[in-house]
């Protein structure tokens, strides 16, 4: 049996977002095109700092 230190476990949900996100990440690099990388990516990170706010919130 494995310890818990060893395995990791995925919420379906995140899989579901995180999946295609790589694929398009993927194809932008392969294409050489920083801009759109560049834009797709900051859109990532201000829509995970957005959910996180809105996560803390209902919290309190």
Avoid: Y
């Avoid at 759109?36 to 900051?42: Q, T």
């Amino acid at each position: 049996m494995a310890d818990k230190s060893d395995t990791i476990t995925f919420n379906k949900k995140i899989l579901r977002g995180v999946a295609p996100a790589i694929a398009i990440i993927m194809i932008l690099v392969s294409r050489h095109q920083p801009g759109p990388l560049l834009l797709f990516l900051v859109g990532i990170s201000c829509g995970m700092l957005i959910g996180w706010n809105l996560r803390e919130q209902k919290k309190e």
